[in-house]
């Protein structure tokens, strides 16, 4: 019995872009799912770019997201002897032959000498792709240099890993067939390939850097929960084939098969993304999500101290999914914990500022400071009661408030919030709004 073995096989370069791990992940979660293993390969050859910084940011990257891989990291850097080795057999074999290509005089590069019949796979993705002979060309294994090609290097460490699923991104398809010959000459087994699709923009363009956050350690610190964004990279492209969204790792797991990976591109919304991370933060524990929350402002600087934690607490369960990110506490609540908030002009001028509004707002005051409780029914009945004494909408009452003890016209339902303040700090926040437009 042959387990199921796949790799992710990342070219360090110092950023993990999202594309490719979504790939580890994919390779991942078919790994679990199969009861199989999953491998990693660091494909460390660009010296340049390889360096041990580069590394572990895909190492850290990997962590962050729990893709935990099986056995030993295994380096391309360390097989440099051994594909030399194979390239030195595939000349034994007639497979490969020496030229000094365009005869600059700088050396001989090994080349490998295409089968000269088409060749053709079965992509779990793409289903069946062919290549005919004529367009499959002779292509270098060993430069002149004597360093090893990308296509050496990554068949001979599939074949030493025993990889039987190669699961990678679209821009690899038109080596694959140079893969298979390469496999097929060193009497190896083929393993099976399956090609992503292409993250694309809204434009349908290749999604990069231009496009927003592109890279695992941005999604990081723009406070992405990792349970989100695996989830999220997950759907793109996969589906369980329900309608379920939010999923859990486990979910994930269980559900996971390449059958259901789509060959069409997929796009990255943000809009959904956060959205997802706002599920996710909603299935935590409330005390940790407000003790993130806390973290975020105070990385920020934006955190008081003093702040009741209580009150912290209750204000971040009132802000409920209007907080997709933990940082968003800081940017869109700040007036809970800030007796001197900003005045939004526009709110001003359109709630406080027209005939009667404030007028009507010291009513509303009287009518708060003697409401029998500060629960938000209460407040509600009070508020309500008010409005039909008065014969006016709901509305009328409503938005002045707001903006009375919030300075903006936008944020939580006005009478939990309400509650959430109490009442000292809400008549303290009216009087202020008062002594502010009706000097
Ligand atoms: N290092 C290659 C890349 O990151 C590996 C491709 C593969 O998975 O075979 O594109």
Known sequence: MSTIRTRFAPSPTGNVHIGNIRAAIYNWLFARHEGGQFLLRIEDTDLERSTPAATQTVLDSMAWLGLDYDGEVLYQSTQRAHHLELAEQLLRSGHAYKEDKGGTGKGECVIFRMPGTDIGYHDLVKGDLLKKAEDLRDFVIVRSDGSPVFHLGNVADDITMGVTHVIRGDDHVENTFKHIALYRALGAPVPQFAHLPMIVNAQGKPYSKRDGAAYVGEFRERGFLPEALFNSLALLGWSPGDDREVMTRDEMVAAFTLDRVRSAPSQLDMTKLLWMNGEHMRRMDPLAVADACRAAMEREGLWRDGTDMDYFRAAVACMGDRIKLFPDMGHNAAFFFDEEFPYDE??????????????????????????????????????????????????????????????????????????????????????????????
């Open 346 to 439: 526009k709110s001003v001028r359109k709630r406080l500022q027209k005939p009667g509004a404030l007028d009507l707002l010291r009513d509303e005051r009287a009518i708060l400071a003697a409401a029998p409780d500060f629960s938000p029914a209460a407040l509600d009945a009070a508020i309500h009661a008010l409005a039909e004494q008065r014969g006016l909408g709901l509305g009328d009452l409503v938005h002045p408030l707001r903006v009375a003890v919030s300075g903006t016209g936008v944020g939580p339902g006005l009478f939990e919030m309400l509650a959430v303040m109490g009442r000292d700090r809400v008549l303290r926040r009216i009087d202020r709004t008062l002594s502010t437009y009706a000097p």
